[in-house]
């Protein structure tokens, strides 16, 4: 079963620092990019006074592999969709509304 949502963009940062965990598979789509993968961190720390939002993932493409880590903050405003598929339950599509400021 999947589950699909909408929102905006700083609700679906604030949904994957709270529910994803190391090992589940994050997918992310911003911009041009396209970065599915295993989670294998999640930074929430604190950096110059700014709340942190970073992922690492180990992406799985094809032969080649890399870990790359994607600041959420940063790239908030081209997030279009993340996909989240937990190891153990409900898949989790949410399509992303521009974030308004």
């Known amino acids: 079963?999947?589950?699909?949502?909408?929102?905006?963009?700083?609700?679906?940062?604030?949904?994957?620092?709270d529910n994803v965990k190391e090992n589940d598979t994050l997918e992310l789509s911003y911009n041009r990019v396209f970065t599915p993968g295993e989670v294998l961190n999640i930074d929430k720390t604190h950096y110059h006074g700014k709340k942190g939002s970073k992922v690492l993932i180990h992406v799985l493409e094809g032969t080649s592999s890399?870990?790359?880590?994607?600041?959420?903050?940063?790239?908030?405003?081209?997030?279009?969709?993340?996909?989240?598929i937990p190891k153990?339950?409900?898949?989790?599509?949410?399509?992303?509304?521009?974030?308004?400021?």
């Open 66 to 84: 890399s870990t790359v880590e994607v600041d959420l903050e940063e790239i908030k405003d081209d997030l279009i969709e993340v996909n989240h």
């Open 1 to 17: 079963m999947v589950k699909e949502m909408k929102m905006n963009c700083d609700l679906a940062i604030e949904y994957i620092m």
């Open 88 to 101: 153990n339950g409900e898949e989790v599509i949410i399509s992303i509304d521009k974030c308004e400021y």
